[in-house]
């Protein structure tokens, strides 16, 4: 980056020459930072939380096992042998093998379940995040953006479904498919979900379309479309990210909470909420098959929360 030049007059003092008057000094300094934007100045942050960075480094590894569940282990999950059955232990010395966290009752490789389990639970997680991103967003956008009889109608429809449990809500309605696969159970969830986002961005799309770059786009003649796509929605999205963010950690517990309840995935799905379910029948023979399972849905919802925990405190500027 360029010095900056700072100039000085030297003023004639007694005894000098006239050529020594009004010469120009200049004095080179190091320039002012460049301001950096909320963005940047987030990352920037981030990088050096060692809760984002633990955090991130154990999603990665999550989403790698759920996309290439192969990469980790041979064994097919549904593969089922009864002579292998649960009261074999668990063979600790024999790392990313079958037995290593030994067999369900059915002689099926927990090993095997868990690494292939972990694409159910986050297949839901993610894309239940995505749906009410969008639908809250849209929703909250046109509501806070036009106010009036628009804002008071979404805003009751809002209030309804903030009314609903959401867990019982969501056994209502998926006990009412016969065939509950992963789609079924995000749309599901994305149904009742979306609530908490849309109040979100309704109050920061209130705050923004005050502002005077929104203002002035409005006396220049830009569109609606325009001026809420190109003007509020990149100011109004970190608030909704860190909410999302947070948020896909409690979806991933739902999905395996409606797992264990029997309403949630099919029984033909791997799901580590299955899994959990049908373990606790041999808690007292076999806690392997139990908990094995729980300790996984533990470490994916703690790795997300504390993902969403280290994006709130760097863009939010309250918690700097």
């Known amino acids: 980056m360029p010095d900056k030049t700072v100039e000085k007059k030297v003023e004639a003092l007694p005894g000098d020459t006239a050529s020594t008057a009004g010469v120009v000094v200049t004095d080179a300094g190091p320039a002012p ?146 065939d509950r696969t992963v789609w079924v159970v995000i749309m599901a969830l994305a149904f009742l979900g979306w609530t908490q986002i849309a109040r979100v961005a309704r109050g920061a799309v209130i705050t923004i379309k005050q502002a005077d770059y929104v203002v002035a786009a409005k006396a220049l003649g830009a569109s609606t479309s325009r001026i809420l796509i190109r003007h509020i929605l990149p100011n109004a999205l970190a608030p909704i990210i860190v909410v999302a963010t947070i948020a896909l950690g409690g979806y991933i517990a739902a999905e395996a909470t409606l797992s264990f309840l029997g309403v949630g995935l099919g029984d033909t799905a791997v799901s580590w909420g299955g899994d959990v379910a049908r373990g606790r029948e041999q808690l007292r023979i076999a806690p392997h098959t139990l908990i094995i399972p729980s300790v996984m849905v533990s470490i994916t919802v703690l790795s997300f929360l504390m993902f969403g925990d280290a994006v709130r405190n760097a863009l939010d500027p309250k918690l700097r």
Do not use: E
């Open 33 to 178: 930072d460049k301001a950096r934007s909320l963005w940047s100045d987030a990352w920037h942050d981030l990088r050096r939380n060692p809760l984002f960075l633990i955090s991130a480094v154990l999603i990665v590894f999550l989403l790698v096992m759920s996309v290439w569940p192969g990469l980790f282990t041979s064994a097919s999950p549904r593969d089922a042998d009864l002579a292998k059955h649960y009261l074999g232990k668990p063979n600790w010395g024999h790392v990313f093998a079958p037995d290593w966290l030994g067999y369900d009752v059915q002689g099926r490789s927990v090993y095997a379940r868990v690494v292939y389990g972990a694409r159910a639970s986050i297949t839901v997680g993610v894309g239940v995040t995505l749906c009410v991103t969008v639908l809250g967003t849209v929703i909250g956008m046109i509501a806070g953006y036009f106010g009036g009889w628009t804002d008071t109608l979404l805003s009751r429809m809002t209030d309804i479904f903030l009314g609903i449990p959401f867990l019982l809500g969501a056994l209502v309605v998926l006990n009412s498919f016969d």
